[in-house]
């Protein structure tokens, strides 16, 4: 059965860095892409950045240069590097397996990350 789990996440002071991890269990990495969301109460979970089978990536604007997506196949894990962080990006952070060849995809239950002075 497909499990993700994330972990890493905490309370951090603006400025700070942070790498959340997302144990991926019987998820083959040939052939999902893996991506990284985040939600605030009230607001729609967003895209934050993904990597596709062939190793792709894409962020969204808000964390360009500041954050990074990286896989390790032999692990079956998948992280996100998180560096100079703002108060804005507190949030409850999902990793996702997609599918690649159709729309099944795969959730875990989310991390929070608190970025506070």
């Known amino acids: 059965q497909v499990q993700l789990v994330e972990s890493g996440g905490g309370l951090v002071q603006p400025g700070g860095s942070l790498r959340l991890s997302c144990a991926a269990n019987r998820v083959d990495f040939r052939r999902y892409a893996l991506a990284w969301y985040r939600q605030v109460p009230g607001k729609q979970r967003e895209l934050v950045a993904e990597?596709?089978?062939?190793?792709?990536?894409k962020y969204a604007d808000f964390v360009k240069g500041r954050f990074t997506i990286s896989k390790d196949n032999a692990k079956n894990m998948f992280y996100l590097q998180m560096t100079v962080l703002k108060s804005e990006d507190t949030a409850v952070y999902y990793c996702?397996?997609?599918?690649?060849?159709?729309?099944?995809?795969?959730w875990g239950r989310g991390t929070q990350v608190t970025v506070s002075s």
């Open positions: 996702k397996a997609l599918w690649s060849y159709g729309n099944l995809e795969f």
């Open positions: 990597v596709t089978t062939d190793d792709n990536t």
